[in-house]
């Protein structure tokens, strides 16, 4: 009994003990490995939230396709429920009868400058200036997972002008 | 003679309003100004999984705040929130030996959701393009959200 304490205590083992602690320690804070599994939810409101304002949903930059066209489009939602999509610091070239729709943007449409063959839209009206800022009222029943692109589209030459892919705001 | 002076004039008036007009539009938006959203931008990062976005409001006052929303990424330790003097930011980036210019906003608050960041008010937006989850312990960056003009 004496002796295996005795073993345990002195020579090497203390060593390593003494110094691999350390070791672990500083391995220990300098990787965190329990934050692996330990998340760390934060939910802050808005310093400046105000509900009677309309929202943004969806945002997202517009590319030219057949016409060079930049800007930015943006879904809001106003307090009672209407959905609205607005441009900013638009512009795009003049043309005929150009429509602002929303498309899918997966549509393989989309990424060609003229569409050929079934194009699946929804009409928001035409398109009210080439430059500027401009809103335009969206139908009530439109689906925004499934029309997530919107689109400056001349409807007489089946022209795609340009398309802004819309990401949660 | 003169009539069809008028009449060429006339026509090449109309021809040159068809090509050369632009119409400029204005429409309003029905909020008071509170705040100003002058810059947005989603978080790519796939080495730690980083999503959500990044979105740059100027209050009524003029400060700044940067608020992440939707946000994930990995937690760990000693993680910062930054803007970088640069457009983009790959995964593992590592800003001090690129020497990259930097403001740091301070710990990361939370590896998931709804927060905002004070910006310093003599920051210069237009270079500073870059928001970084930063690990200022292995100097890797987690995640990158390029803005842009809201």
């Not at chain 1, 929202?55 to 030219?64: F, V």
């Amino acid at each position: 009994m004496k002796s295996n304490i005795s073993s345990l205590v002195s020579g090497r083992k203390w060593i390593l003990v003494a110094a691999g602690l350390p070791i672990l320690v500083a391995a220990w804070w300098a990787f965190r490995p329990e934050k692996l599994w330990i998340n760390q939810k934060v939910s802050e409101p808005a310093p400046f939230a105000s509900s009677t304002d309309p929202q943004p949903l969806y945002t997202g930059r517009l590319e030219g396709r057949a016409h060079q066209t930049s800007g930015r489009a943006t879904i809001y939602k106003t307090p009672d429920g209407k959905q609205s999509l607005r441009l900013t610091d638009f512009s795009t070239s003049n043309g005929p009868d150009v429509h602002v729709v929303l498309a899918r943007s997966d549509d393989a449409n989309l990424t060609q400058e003229i569409v050929k063959g079934q194009f699946d839209s929804v009409e928001l009206g035409s398109l009210k200036g080439n430059q500027g800022d401009q809103n335009y009222d969206l139908p009530a029943s439109v689906d925004l997972q499934e029309y997530n692109a919107a689109v400056i589209y001349c409807e007489r030459f089946h022209a795609v002008f340009g398309v802004a892919r819309l990401e949660q705001f | 003679m003169m009539v069809r002076n008028v009449k060429t004039l006339l026509a090449l008036a109309a021809l040159a309003f068809t090509f050369g007009a632009s119409a400029y539009a204005q429409d309003g938006m029905k909020h008071e100004d509170k705040a100003k959203t002058l810059e947005t931008g989603t978080f790519h990062g796939k080495v730690h999984s980083t999503s959500g976005r990044a979105t740059i409001y100027q209050e009524a006052d003029g400060k700044l705040v940067l608020r992440l929303t939707n946000f994930k990424t990995s937690n760990g330790p000693d993680v910062h929130v930054i803007l970088v003097a640069a457009k983009d930011a790959d995964d593992n980036a590592n800003f001090l030996s690129s020497s990259t210019e930097r403001v740091e906003l301070g710990s990361l608050k939370g590896n998931e959701g709804d927060q905002n960041y004070e910006i310093p008010s003599n920051t210069d937006l237009s270079k500073f393009k870059t928001v970084s989850i930063y690990c200022e312990r292995f100097n890797a960056n987690f995640g990158a959200a390029p803005l842009e003009k809201f």
